[in-house]
Structures are given as structure tokens and as C-alpha cells.
């Protein structure tokens, strides 16, 4: 945040804490750009699942090995806790829709990213119901959007991350997707009207990192600042 003077800044710095504050309590959508590395993604993701044990943490991993997954999870956290679901698109067949939460108004069995996205969208509710968890102890993952588009419209991603972020911000949780993309790519373009926050991150040089937060529903945002990976 740039400003005439340190006073102003710290001003604005307190308002862009407090405001993301009130986004998590409330519930939010965060959309992670940038092509910058499996590695640092992974470092995001685990920063943004929190080290915290009153978290219920989903992974809906789009094209990750269990190695590549377990980087994206917290150090002190496991793929097997019981606090943790793991939901990957590649081990999605069907869905039963009467074994449902959410039940959507149509599926296609033979379409195995529809059934994943009901499965994910499923898991939120169910744990909504089961548990009425406090705000900000849901926590969401998608990664990574930007493989999808091998094999499916922009048009069918929108929507699969829209009832996604709409189901965990109704459990006041934190849904965070991973782009693999810059901001400026067409996928970017038709998420962003969708989320609450955008984490930019880019390289200055091979070994400079930086990213920048933005509050989209205020027009604030943080300076590029560095990144440790």
C-alpha cells in the first residue's frame, strides 16, 4: 500500500489487517496467480491451510501425486488425520446423489469432473451439518484450476469453482484456489469476479520472489513485497 506519509501507510496497513481479518471470520475466497513453480504453490497452500489445530482441512487436488499433496499440507499435519479429507479427480467414478448433502439438480455419471465437483461440494456441506464449525475452521484447497483446461471449458471451471466458494464461505471457511496461471490469462479474467482475495505472486529474477494481496471487495492491497520459498 503506497501513501504520502508513514503515518498514512500505517493507517492503510492497519485497515488491509483488519479488513482480512473480517473476510476469514466471514468466510472467503482466495485465488492464488502466478507461474512460478510447483514448489512455491505448495508453500502457499500450506500457509494458507494454517498451522492450527482447530482446523478441518479438504484438499481437492486436481493433478497431484501423494508426494506433491502432502507438500501442500501443513508439516505437522497428515493425509490421514482425522481432521483431513482428500478428494482427487483422479479417483472419481460416480456419484450416488442419494447418499448427498447437496444434492445438485443434475449429474452426469459419465462426466467425472461434475461427480468431483459434487463430491467436494458434498464434503463441505457435510461437515457444515455434522459439526457447525466456528469461523474460519474450514479450510478448502483446490490445486491445481490451470490442468483442467486440457480437457474442459472455461465456462465448466467457473462454475465448479463458484459452488465450491459459495459452500465455504456458507460455512464461514476459507476456500483457497491455486490458478497455476498469471493473472493476466483468460481463466484469471473469469474467476476473480467470484473471489474476496487475490495473492499475486511473480519472479523479479530467478531467486526474487514477490507477492501482493488484494481485498477485492475494498480496492486495497498490499506492495509487492519479497517471499521466502
Not at 33 to 46: F, P
Not at 105 to 134: G, K, L, M, T
Request: glycine content about 6%; hydrophobic content about 35%.
Amino acid at each position: 500500500m503506497t501513501s504520502p506519509s508513514d503515518d498514512d501507510d500505517s493507517d492503510d496497513q492497519h485497515r488491509f489487517r483488519r479488513l482480512l481479518l473480517q473476510a476469514k471470520a466471514e468466510g472467503c475466497r482466495v485465488l492464488v496467480t502466478g507461474d512460478v513453480g510447483a514448489d512455491v504453490l505448495a508453500t502457499r497452500s500450506r500457509r494458507l491451510f494454517g498451522q492450527g489445530e482447530n482446523r478441518h482441512r479438504l484438499f481437492a487436488a486436481t493433478a497431484l501425486g501423494t508426494d506433491s499433496i502432502r507438500r501442500h499440507l501443513p508439516e505437522t499435519v497428515s493425509i490421514d488425520d482425522q481432521d483431513v479429507e482428500l478428494i482427487r479427480l483422479g479417483d472419481i467414478r460416480s456419484v450416488d446423489v442419494t447418499e448427498t448433502y447437496s444434492t445438485p439438480p443434475h449429474i452426469d455419471d459419465d462426466n467425472e469432473f461434475a461427480a468431483f465437483r459434487w463430491r467436494v461440494v458434498d464434503a463441505i456441506a457435510r461437515h457444515r451439518a455434522d459439526h457447525s464449525p466456528d469461523p474460519g475452521e474450514l479450510r478448502v484447497g483446490v490445486a491445481p484450476l490451470a490442468p483442467l483446461l486440457d480437457q474442459h471449458r472455461i465456462e465448466c471451471i467457473d462454475e465448479f469453482v463458484r459452488v465450491v466458494g459459495r459452500e465455504t464461505v456458507r460455512s464461514n471457511g476459507m476456500a483457497h484456489f491455486h490458478l497455476g496461471l498469471d493473472a493476466s490469462s483468460d481463466l484469471a479474467a473469469h474467476l476473480l469476479p467470484e473471489m474476496d482475495v487475490h495473492i499475486q505472486l511473480r519472479r523479479r529474477t530467478p531467486r526474487s520472489l514477490e507477492h501482493r494481496w488484494i481485498l477485492l471487495r475494498h480496492n486495497v492491497h498490499t506492495d509487492w513485497l519479497p517471499l521466502q520459498e
